[in-house]
């Protein structure tokens, strides 16, 4: 019927809407044909817009610039609010009466084509930002994402309810958090709704700047976006919308409350408002995971992975790809599936064609690069993060990355400046000056306020950096920070149990060994739901989206067993030997079962442990060692052996009242063996061979502690015994390196996850 009409009629504007039925259609040359008519590109702005608009879907970029031209109208800014006032003002002095109480024809027909006029410009602006939101899309296809956010600025200020515009600067990262909350602050949203009322256009204006507000960073201002998200529920009735719940989805993401955040995104994709379009396209109830906004899967799929239900990933996997396969977010899912079945060769591969298809998602590129440092191929995971970096410009998740990854290459300044930056971007900070200075640690800075906002995230690796670099009271400060701040976000204390960890080994090597001892035992008593000596359970450490081993240290088992042996350094270097046993033969325990990486740690608690009985034999009293079995240096495995005694004569000339010591110290050693032959039985059948043990490293600090307390209690015996042979404590046992540091652990991601957005954060 349209085109019959337009062949009668032959109207500009029913060329217009022929146009964009065919748009619509997605006939766009035919909508192309129709716009070319008469000039009508040039003599209307609406058919200018649409022309671009087709040029846009076909991926002809150069044409539709061409179209649209590459200046923005700034001058439209000012000139926008201006109009809508005055609309807003004759609307609302249309009512009023004159005093006379007449109103000439003349009066109210000027008054008529004035507003007919004003209304045309109102149009005319709409438009205007319209076309600017284009050519920042334009510019965006192009890699040129400054001129691209720019065009998007403008756009948005132009006309305030240009929403696609400030989606994109949103949703691209375009701006860091502290320009997001600067340039809506500079929205002039009073121009919203020119209504007769002017409470109602105040009552619009707060409405859409709850909204906007809503769309921010969740690092930028937790309390602004706490405070929107509460009167958008309580005021308006909006509690159950979509926007608000995934709004307050990724505020729970951030801070590592992912039961919580995947409860919402799942109420979201089982929302009955969007059960009717989705039944339509599928059968059963497959019909759920599908036919909803793009923005939530990635989210969703980053809480399946931090939650660790696999099987959930895999039937959303195949639901989407039955139903969306031209989606990325499909192959996105698909991604996530293997990465928590640590397939990382497929992982890669749909991560990689999730970025294909959509060039500009942060999750898909996030999580390609992960797959890199989940095979410790660093410098290929630097290359993809650098990528990510490039193209979201406002995100830290990346620069946090970075700084990972050169941590893990012991580039130590090269981490501390991407790390720098990434904490500038996410504490909200307009100049660098100020997040440098946090960072740097002269003696002023050691006493200031712990930061309001940001990723703690970034706080503890700092905080690493510093400890690497023997910074140890600058890195217990970073530590107390990101405890700080995380518990002020609200944040899930058992996400945060590495970070503490980290505190107490600052502690620890400062020589503050009580401090360090109380924070030891709250990790465990926060990773174990109040027990000190029970293991971490599997919810207690929050992995990164989609980092999994690529940027964490350890696992559940591991950082539990870790946490038992430093105990049990610590105890040592306090004197108190028998409580320092017993911490080391739990984490013998734990590590011994753990398997993986943890497992490798089994053998330095056991020998660790050896030497602690060691010595609680010798603070035993054991005087005479000749007459006595002696303890035997251990191997690999961490195995102690009872030696050959030195004589019958020298066990007659033993003390009668020495007997019962000689006992005591009998029973350390069986017990020492009997402690450490469940590692050994663990760790590889090679390793009863005695043709193929290797040697092991101990790590230089804790053999010093070892050597430190035994000398003390050599001392003691010295002092009481008349003669006699020490033990043959010869020289440091060769043990694998103690990594004393974990590294704290979320979503950003990186934290942030795919990201802090997806399993990628």
């Not at 859409?208 to 929107?228: E, G």
């Not at 600052?506 to 009580?514: N, S």
């Amino acid at each position: 019927m349209a085109d019959k009409l337009f062949v009668a009629l032959d109207s500009d504007n029913d060329a217009f809407w022929l146009a964009q039925v065919h748009f619509s259609n997605n006939n766009y040359t035919r909508a192309l044909a129709f716009l070319t008519r008469k000039d009508l590109i040039a003599r209307s702005s609406s058919c200018k817009y649409l022309a671009a608009h087709c040029y846009i879907k076909q991926n002809k970029y150069e044409q539709a610039l061409q179209v649209l031209g590459e200046h923005n109208p700034t001058h439209l800014i000012s000139t926008a609010s201006n109009s809508r006032r005055k609309l807003q003002h004759r609307n609302g002095g249309s009512h009023i009466t004159l005093r006379n109480g007449k109103s000439t024809a003349s009066r109210s027909d000027r008054i008529e084509r004035s507003e007919e006029r004003e209304r045309e410009d109102a149009n005319h602006i709409k438009f205007e930002a319209a076309m600017c939101y284009l050519r920042g899309l334009c510019y965006a296809r192009q890699n040129a994402f400054d001129r691209a956010r720019d065009c998007y600025k403008d756009a948005v200020r132009i006309d305030i309810q240009c929403f696609e515009a400030f989606d994109q600067l949103m949703k691209n990262s375009l701006m860091s958090p502290a320009e997001e909350l600067e340039f809506l602050e500079s929205l002039d949203f009073d121009s919203i709704n020119p209504s007769s009322d002017p409470s109602t256009s105040q009552e619009a204006a707060e409405f859409v700047k709850l909204l906007y507000t809503t769309r921010l960073s969740k690092y930028s201002s937790p309390s602004a976006i706490s405070h929107a998200t509460e009167t958008l529920s309580t005021h308006y009735n909006l509690a159950e919308n979509p926007d608000l719940l995934l709004s307050r989805a990724e505020t729970l993401y951030t801070q590592c409350r992912f039961p919580e955040a995947l409860e919402l995104t799942s109420s979201i994709l089982s929302s009955s408002a969007s059960d009717s379009l989705a039944t339509a396209t599928s059968q059963g109830d497959q019909s759920r995971s599908i036919g909803h906004s793009p923005a939530v899967y990635p989210l969703h799929l980053a809480c399946l992975y931090e939650t660790g239900a696999t099987n959930a990933l895999f039937l959303l996997a195949h639901t989407l790809a039955d139903n969306s396969p031209e989606e990325s977010y499909t192959y996105l899912a698909i991604g996530v599936y293997y990465l928590s079945v640590s397939k990382i060769a497929e992982a890669r591969r749909y991560f990689s064609k999730a970025s294909l298809l959509d060039p500009h998602s942060a999750p898909a590129w996030i999580g390609f690069a992960h797959t890199f440092a989940a095979e410790g191929e660093h410098d290929q995971a630097i290359a993809a993060y650098s990528t990510a970096a490039r193209l979201f410009q406002g995100s830290h998740l990346p620069q946090l990355f970075l700084g990972m990854q050169h941590l893990a290459l012991n580039n130590m300044s090269l981490a501390h400046e991407y790390l720098s930056a990434a904490y500038n971007m996410s504490s909200s900070s307009l100049s660098s000056s100020s997040g440098t200075a946090s960072l740097s640690f002269n003696s002023s800075d050691l006493q200031s306020s712990p930061p309001i906002a940001g990723d703690p995230l970034v706080l503890n690796e700092v905080g690493v950096v510093l400890y690497h670099q023997a910074k140890l009271e600058g890195a217990i400060e970073l530590f107390r920070q990101a405890l700080s701040l995380a518990t002020s976000l609200q944040c899930d204390p058992g996400a945060w149990l590495p970070t503490r960890a980290n505190l107490g080994h600052a502690l620890r090597r400062l020589g503050h060994f009580e401090q360090a001892l109380q924070e030891f035992d709250e990790c465990l008593r926060i990773g174990a739901g109040g027990s000190a000596t029970s293991h971490i359970s599997k919810a207690g450490v929050a992995l990164p989206a989609g980092s999994a081993a690529a940027v964490a240290g350890y696992e559940d088992r591991g950082l539990a067993g870790s946490l038992h042996t430093a105990r049990g350094l610590v105890l040592l270097e306090l004197g108190r030997t028998m409580e320092a046993v017993t911490a080391l033969h739990e984490a013998v325990r734990v590590l011994g079962t753990s398997g993986g990486d943890a497992a490798a740690g089994a053998g330095v608690a056991g020998t660790l442990l050896s030497r602690a009985l060691e010595i609680w034999a010798l603070e035993a009293g054991q005087d005479a060692v000749s007459s006595s079995p002696e303890l035997t240096e251990p191997s690999n495995s961490g195995r102690t052996k009872p030696s050959g005694s030195k004589g019958k004569e020298a066990s007659r000339a033993k003390p009668s009242n020495q007997v019962g010591r000689k006992a005591k110290s009998r029973k350390a050693a069986v017990v020492s063996q009997e402690w450490t032959d469940d590692v050994v039985d663990r760790e590889s059948p090679n390793i009863r061979d005695d043709q193929q043990t290797v040697a092991m490293e101990l790590d230089g600090e804790a053999d010093g502690i070892l050597n430190h307390a035994l000398a003390r209690i050599k001392s003691r015996c010295s002092r009481r015994r008349d003669a006699g042979l020490t033990p043959n404590n010869g020289q440091a046992v060769d043990m694998p390196n103690f990594n004393a540091l974990t590294r704290s652990t979320r979503a950003s991601s990186r934290r942030k996850s795919p990201t802090r957005h997806g399993p990628a954060g």
